[in-house]
């Protein structure tokens, strides 16, 4: 039926071209030139994507089944770079499974703080201006400004964080320069930066979004605090939390920069994440081709997990419109 | 046309962009020809060799040309150009123009060289690292030019520099690079004096021994309740500090032709043990765990009463000011008889594509001479390593600076390097492989089969 009426409508067009009014032939010109507009504003975004993100990705692709150090001509090698990924490189699967536990643990923990986050900054009570401020803060904080801090925070023999638990009797550990111990380190400065950022915002904003009619027709039908946020809140955040546990997923299997800044991958590869193996062999060891296919391994993973969570969402996120 | 009447549709529009898309990645993955070293006109000389700046000859052409030099950035960049009038008054025909490069870390660095050497437009002299960097293998692709000839041609003095630092920038007999930077190793020990005063204990003294720093380290170490409030000792935890080590026992962790490792070697295991014991079993040093962030730091921190370190440290009183006073000691002689040290080398290379050998040679002797190595040591403070520079007073002047010049004059053999030039690889795996026994998670003797196997993993590795 559509097939039809857009062949009878350039049947139609075509029609007035030739023969119709001088009326009809400047209107088919003008739709025309609006669409050459179009393309002209959206232009220098498109050239700039296609330049700087595509021709890049579809550059690396090529050069991940080479061998390339930058200095001289790359040579094919074929899927050589994969299979020795796969079968000889030490730090291969061991950095995955490392990326993997930071992202298993940093995501559902920083996305619940960040919704708890929204839902106080939402009560609208004195105070909220302040504490959206503080909670913002930590995001706005430069990553090299964060690690240092953390850095001195996590000092073991005179950091505050091991002087406070003195005091109340723990014996702190060496966090960052223990092997146990340096991952959750990097997760609670991911907690500390994540909590008040752009997650909490999109949160809030969905909280937002949420008909205060249905809280009051609840609340007269008698049920209580946690039913209404089970029943109601919920479902009704449930298409903003999918879409803050993507980012957050995403975001998550490329930590890289606490750990390059603070432990360089230390102590004995505890937080040699996937990036910073990665990163490694491409500037440490100058093996462009390898880390480009390091590259495309993170990239298929990332977009597994991605459809994982999308086809996993039919069963529990719920848009309104049905 | 489209179905609607458009002649412009979207698809016509992603085809013309995919078009234009392709064609410019072609043009950008057009491939570079490696450089095929050029080679300098031989003729040689009978006169005596000549330390001083090369000159002109007076016969060569008027036209003036540039001689871009890239140097990596210390703390005042201006600093290394001061020089730069005096060298083109006196030589006319020559343009010197610096390029500063970043040096907030050595990757930084490397990286933006090897970028500058794939568009072909690297500097004409360039700084390297012998030990640090890509260096060997850059020299072995042919990005950088032989010197041997040019310095016959200008009768060049190499005896003027310490002797152990040309080895480090050779190939294959062929010398790639002057020396530029040096210092003599991890082979020195800072101590706070004010410490040693408290606790009554001597200073260190030139003859002393391994078990002098730990009987020194058990009572200079200060403990309360269930901390430690200054340790003792620090050792350096990383792989060229261990080398120090080692070699004053007579061994290094790879074989002579770089493709064996002789970790597991009794003098190898030995001297690591000595590191292990110092954390574990005599408790003067701080483990992994305890260190924050680099035992130099904890030092100047006044958290360890000895440190392991190295020349860099020269500039520690500055930060540390009134709160204690500092010295140096060399570390002991080792099970061969001697102090083990491995000189580390920085150097200017001419870029093998130069359209100026002649002229870029003699740039780079100024770069070289005594008056530029003093205006750099006083500056920005890198030590050109020529004999009469680091036996200029205003450097003997200098505290501590004495310890590193006798150090120097022992001629530390150069950095360790595998056949296959993967200096920093090996480096990073002995860093994080010997982690498991500063961290306690393996004792020394269980570990080593386990850190052989990955250090024999990189030396296997292709150039």
Not at chain 1, 25 to 51: D, E, Q, T
Not at chain 2, 148 to 171: E, H, M, R, W
Not at chain 2, 203 to 227: E, H, N
Not at chain 2, 327 to 355: F, L, N, Q, W
Request: with cysteine; charged share 15%.
């Amino acid at each position: 039926m559509g097939d039809e009426q857009g062949a009878r409508s350039a049947t139609a067009a075509a029609t007035r071209l030739e023969k119709g009014s001088w009326w009809d032939r400047l209107l088919v010109r003008r739709s025309r030139r609006r669409a050459v507009k179009g393309y002209l504003w959206i232009s220098p975004w498109l050239i700039g994507f296609l330049a700087f993100t595509i021709g890049p990705m579809l550059s690396s692709l090529y050069l991940s089944l080479t061998k390339y150090d930058i200095i001289t001509a790359p040579t094919f090698i074929g899927l050589s770079n994969y299979v020795y990924a796969a079968t000889r490189d030490a730090q291969f699967f061991p950095s995955l499974l490392r990326t993997f536990y930071y992202a298993g643990v940093s995501v559902p923990v920083g996305v619940v703080a960040s919704l708890g986050a929204a839902m106080l900054l939402n009560q609208r009570k004195r105070g909220t201006a302040t504490y959206r401020t503080l909670f913002f803060l930590p995001s706005l904080t430069p990553v090299v400004a964060g690690a240092l801090l953390w850095q001195w925070i996590y000092d073991p023999q005179f950091g505050p964080l091991n002087y406070l638990l003195d005091k109340i009797g723990i014996h702190g550990p060496g966090w960052l320069g223990s092997p146990s111990w340096a991952i959750p380190a990097f997760i609670i400065i991911a907690f500390w930066a994540g909590i008040g950022g752009n997650r909490m915002v999109i949160f809030l904003a969905g909280l937002q979004g949420v008909s205060q009619e249905l809280y009051e027709a609840a609340e007269v039908d008698g049920a209580g605090a946690w039913t209404r946020f089970r029943h109601i809140t919920l479902p009704l955040i449930s298409p903003t939390m999918f879409f803050n546990m993507i980012l957050a997923v995403i975001g998550a299997l490329r930590v890289f920069e606490v750990a390059f800044l603070t432990t360089s991958g230390g102590p004995n590869y505890a937080t040699w994440f996937f990036m910073l193996h990665l990163y490694n062999a491409a500037f440490r060891d100058f093996d462009m081709g390898y880390a480009s296919a390091l590259a495309w391994v993170l990239f298929i993973i990332t977009v597994g997990f991605t459809f994982i969570q999308v086809r996993w969402s039919s069963s529990w996120v719920y848009y309104e419109e049905g | 046309m489209a179905a609607n009447g458009n002649y412009f549709t979207r698809r016509s529009f992603v085809q013309v962009s995919g078009a234009i898309l392709g064609g410019a990645i072609l043009t950008a993955c057009s491939q570079a020809t490696p450089p095929a070293p050029t080679s300098a006109p031989a003729s040689a000389s009978n006169a005596a060799p000549t330390s001083a700046p090369v000159q002109s000859s007076g016969s060569s052409s008027k036209q003036q040309v540039t001689i871009r030099v890239n140097y990596r950035v210390g703390d005042d960049p201006k600093a290394y150009e001061k020089l730069f009038p005096d060298f083109e008054k006196a030589n006319p025909d020559i343009a010197l123009k610096g390029e500063p490069i970043s040096f907030g870390d050595y990757s930084e660095y490397f990286a933006k060289m090897a970028s500058l050497m794939a568009a072909g437009t690297l500097g004409d002299i360039v700084w390297v690292s012998a030990g640090s960097g890509p260096y060997l293998s850059e020299v072995f692709k042919g990005f950088f030019m032989p010197l041997d000839d040019l310095v016959k041609q200008a009768n060049y003095d190499l005896g003027q520099f310490y002797a152990s630092t040309l080895p480090a920038l050779s190939l294959e007999g062929k010398l790639y690079a002057l020396p530029s930077d040096t210092h003599p190793g991890v082979q020195l020990v800072f101590y706070n004096k004010n410490a040693f005063d408290d606790a009554k204990v001597d200073y260190p003294k030139p003859d002393w021994t391994f078990d002098d720093i730990v009987a020194m380290g058990k009572k200079l170490t200060k403990s309360s309740s269930d901390r430690v409030d200054m340790f003792g000792f620090g050792a350096d935890l990383l792989s060229y500090a261990f080398e120090c080590i080692f070699r004053g026992n007579g061994t290094s962790f790879i074989s002579t032709d770089g493709k064996t490792t002789w970790v597991d070697h009794p003098e190898a295991v030995s001297s690591l043990q000595w590191v292990d014991d110092l954390m574990h079993v005599h408790k003067i040093a701080p483990t992994r765990q305890q260190i924050a962030k680099t035992t130099d730091d904890m030092f100047v921190a006044g958290q360890i009463a000895m440190v392991q370190s190295g020349a860099w440290m020269l500039t520690s009183p500055a930060k540390i000011g009134n709160r204690f006073q500092m010295d140096a000691a060399r570390m002991p002689k080792g099970s061969a008889g001697k102090i083990g040290g491995m000189v580390h080398i920085g150097g200017e290379s001419m870029y093998s594509k130069t359209k100026y050998p002649q002229q870029a040679f003699r740039a780079l002797t100024f770069l070289e001479s005594k008056e530029f190595a003093l205006n750099r040591a006083a500056t920005e403070g890198g030590f050109v390593p020529r004999k009469d520079v680091f036996s200029d007073p205003s450097l003997l002047n200098r505290p501590m600076f004495a310890m590193v010049k006798q150090a120097l004059d022992d001629n530390p053999p150069p950095y360790f390097t595998p056949y296959n030039f993967r200096t920093s690889e090996l480096q990073s795996v002995v860093d994080q492989g010997t982690d498991v026994f500063w961290t306690g998670q393996s004792s020394v003797k269980e570990g080593i089969p386990k850190l052989k196997q990955d250090i024999q993993t990189v030396l296997d590795k292709p150039r």
